[in-house]
């Protein structure tokens, strides 16, 4: 069976116009029809169309004489004239092109109101912090899931967690032939009926050219992302939450995700049912457009998710957010593979970084604010998923005539038979006297 050739178009989505099938790529929308059909000068014939889906970009890299006919970074359209001779790897995969598909979307979301308390654990955020670990990890000269040196990585972030008051455990993991592990660090919550919110990064980097012994630093890929589980779990051990907090790094995910396929599998199903949000970070720190941007990529099972990513964005940071529901190549997709509902997080225009998977991906490229602002974006989504803790008010015998989210008032008549005034806005102020006898 032949593929019947096309006409395609690539358009400003404000102008795309129907009669033609179409596939929407953020600002950018592809039409296409069949080759007897005019669609107008700028109209070209192409064999068939394809998606092609890459980390960084490792299919431009591995077949350079391919011209995509859309770039959109993390995406591409290419002709299937230029199919590939593998269709996919753990770095890019190649599909067919589906009509009336959304691949990227640019959301118009309004912010919300600032809720104080999200507002003030956001404002808790310490770059310095975040820093300081982000500088460590990328000080090591690998953090190959096979190395030595990616064990010292997680001895680093395991003491950290501890210091946190997370309980942590290692979960033995096989890579290839080889055993790594994943790291996991536990906060119950307070609640009487607990879901589970997890936070995950993966650890290792890798050289790919280079080979397992190669320097490879990982400072965005993933030094970012690990550091930021590091910040955002500092910041969740600052409050009481209803909800149990779960944090994750990975190993084994450069190669091909096998931490998180393995987490995934040995995961109970009323373990996997309890599971509110899985929050995934990857490469969350190069900025490589000019407004700071972020990719929310998910799947109609993590859909409110991704909204209330996006609706934290808007009101608590300056981020444009950008979204996608076609997960591929990271940690985040064998949580939807089993129907849990997972997000990634991850720079604008990854694509564009062209320095990871090698020895050049380094503190010298890493923008401190894009990532600041990332990791606000997620505290904030997090305190809405963990839900804080209500704390139990004492209640003191006597009239309450008001009472309110952060004010109890006392009333009571004395032995004087004066009334008292007793309030209550956090803790307990002395009785004062209203003068006057109410009673004789």
Same mark, same amino acid.
């Given at each position: 069976m032949t593929t019947a050739p096309v006409r395609y178009l690539v358009v400003p989505t404000a102008d795309a116009a129907d009669g033609a099938q179409s596939a929407r790529f953020g600002d950018k929308t592809i039409l296409w029809v069949p080759a007897d059909q005019r669609l107008g000068r700028a109209s070209r014939t192409a064999p068939g169309l394809l998606l092609v889906t890459q980390v960084g970009r490792s299919f431009q890299d591995d077949y350079p004489d391919v011209t995509p006919l859309l770039d959109r970074g993390r995406h591409l359209v290419i002709s299937s004239a230029d199919k590939p001779r593998r269709r996919s790897n753990h770095c890019w995969r190649v599909e067919h092109l589906r009509a009336g598909t959304t691949i990227v979307d640019n959301p118009i979301v309004s912010a919300a109101r600032a809720d104080p308390a999200v507002a003030a654990l956001v404002g808790e955020l310490s770059p310095a912090s975040y820093q300081?670990?982000? &500088?460590?990890? $990328?000080?090591?000269p690998t953090r190959h899931s096979l190395s030595t040196t990616f064990t010292q990585a997680m001895d680093f972030a395991a003491d950290r967690m501890v210091a946190l008051g997370y309980t942590v455990s290692r979960m033995p993991i096989t890579v290839g032939a080889g055993h790594s592990a994943n790291l996991i660090g536990d906060r119950a919550g307070a609640g009487s009926t607990r879901g589970l919110v997890i936070v995950t990064a993966h650890l290792d980097s890798i050289n790919i050219a280079g %080979?397992?012994? $190669?320097a490879a630093p990982g400072a965005d890929d993933?030094? @970012?992302? @690990?550091? %930021? /589980?590091? #910040? +955002?779990? !500092?910041?969740?051990?600052? !409050?009481?939450?209803?909800?149990? /907090? !779960? +944090?994750? +790094?990975?190993?084994?995910?450069? #190669?091909?995700?096998?931490? @998180?396929k393995q987490y995934v599998a040995a995961l109970p199903p009323a373990e996997r049912s309890r599971v509110r949000a899985v929050l995934n970070m990857d490469m969350i720190a190069t900025r490589n457009t000019a407004m700071p941007t972020v990719l929310l990529e998910g799947a109609p099972v993590s859909s409110s998710q991704m909204t209330a990513l996006a609706t934290a964005a808007a009101t608590y &940071?300056?981020?444009? /957010?950008? &979204?996608? +529901?076609?997960?591929?190549?990271?940690?985040?997709?064998p949580f939807i593979n089993a129907g849990v509902p997972a997000v990634l997080t991850i720079e604008g225009a990854d694509s564009a970084n062209g320095h990871i998977h090698s020895a050049n991906d380094t503190l010298n490229f890493i923008d401190w604010s894009l990532a600041a602002e990332i990791l606000r974006m997620n505290i904030a989504a997090l305190a809405g998923w963990l839900e804080l803790a209500v704390a139990v008010r004492p209640r003191p015998a006597g009239s309450v005539v008001s009472w309110g989210p952060d004010r109890l008032d006392v009333f009571a008549v004395g032995m004087d038979s004066a009334l008292y005034?007793?309030?209550y806005d956090g803790s307990w102020h002395d009785y004062e006297s209203l003068g006057g006898v109410v009673l004789s």
């Open positions: 300081s670990d982000l &500088t460590w990890l $990328a000080s090591l %080979g397992p012994a $190669a993933n030094g @970012s992302g @690990s550091a %930021g /589980v590091l #910040e +955002l779990g !500092r910041l969740l051990s600052t !409050r009481s939450w209803q909800h149990d /907090v !779960r +944090l994750i +790094l990975f190993g084994g995910e450069e #190669e091909g995700l096998f931490g @998180s &940071t300056g981020l444009k /957010v950008d &979204t996608s +529901l076609n997960p591929f190549a990271s940690d985040h997709v005034h007793k309030a």
